[in-house]
């Protein structure tokens, strides 16, 4: 009972932080979006996705309503994406709010999707990883994580990236609860990959993933509980992906969405408008170092996620499915995609950087007491997890932090630090 009302009253905290959070992005939200025009101005993606989610809300007979809803008619973006936008703006149109005189209404409500669903997707990723056993640990990890820079800039625009990211976590955690266990938590993670994949596609770099787990699950259950439920894995996306895309069943909009899609991939990897160098060096450049810190923190952070799968813990699983999701999707965007986006990377980086900010240390034995055990001689190289975390937030936030000033703050900070959490010890096998 202890440790059930320890976890609620950190799942509590952890809300009420999550909730001032999104609240501080609504006075930014609110520029910039007078009218349609200035959103031409400012977001350009914005200003071509606003009069899609205007007519799916028009009114009419129910015929019309029900053709407007569903036939959304911009496939640049699953349906989930554009569902979710007009259910958020629909009381607006049912209180007669004119969108073109009253755009910053209707602005301000789709732009808050993304630091709220943002929020729902880094608390489950912390929950995910601390359980919320522990307050301050999963304060910081949470802290941490909406405090990357492309985390932060990406909740000030309304785009598909927070919801994508929500389905991945989803995904992450549905299996790691299910513990290979091929139970409801298998399936949670399927639907959950399917609307991954029917909102921008990313569900199905899930593929290693799901083929790792399923291996890895046959070891206690039979190679023909293997395949009888990666049947049913692959049976159970397809229909989440069908349900959540409707559109697909009709065959002159599914060619539509098809050409869409290919299209756009064919433009992202010629650079959209001018051709752009692939690789890791222009990614780094463009997209890693602005939005997620330098190098040096990636590499850890791999590092911390390879060796989490090396050597015995507790997580062991949950560091495998991160690593088997995160190889796949990020080679094909190194060597493929020549469109270096920050926003891309988010659903990739984000759990990555998990991996070495969270309190990985802290197990669960099987009396509930918590004990200290480290997956990764990474976390030798700092004396403490929170120390740790402020490293890395002044590391994002640029070059300049990394200077004596910057130094000597965390070096004051450290004692008080210390004594919220104690220093990792190394595990001993």
Known sequence: MAQFSRSRWTAVVIACLGLLYVLVFIPPNLTGAQDPNMLAAFQIDEFAQFPYVVQMTNGGDLATAVHNFFYYNHYFYGFPFYLT????????????????????????????????????????????????RRLWPSIFLFGFLLL???????????HPESLTMLFVVIVIFALNKDHLRFGRWFYVAAVAAGLAAGTKLAGFWF?????????????????????????GFLAVMVLSILIANPLLLDHSVRTAIIATQLDQAARNAFGWYTAAEKGLAPWYAAALKPGFGQWWILLLALGACVTGVVLPNRQRLLYTIILTWVLPYSLYLVLFVGNQQT????PIVVPLLACWATNSSTGLTTNGRCEQRSPSWFWQLLPSKPGCICVMISACTGPSCTGRRKARRWLSFRPLMSRCCPPLNPMNH
């Open 85 to 132: 936008s007009a259910l958020a703006v629909l009381p607006l149109r049912l209180a007669a709010v004119d969108p073109l005189l009253d755009t910053t209404s209707y602005m301000v409500i789709l732009r808050q999707l993304s630091p709220l669903l943002m929020v729902l997707a880094i608390g489950l990723l912390t929950y995910t990883f601390t359980g919320f």
């Open 148 to 158: 990357i820079p492309a985390v932060f800039a990406n909740n000030l625009w309304w």
């Open 207 to 231: 593929v290693l993933t799901v083929a790792v787990y399923l291996i890895l699950g046959s070891q206690q259950n039979g190679w023909k509980s293997m395949l009888r439920h990666g049947a």
């Open 343 to 346: 926003r891309y990377l988010l």
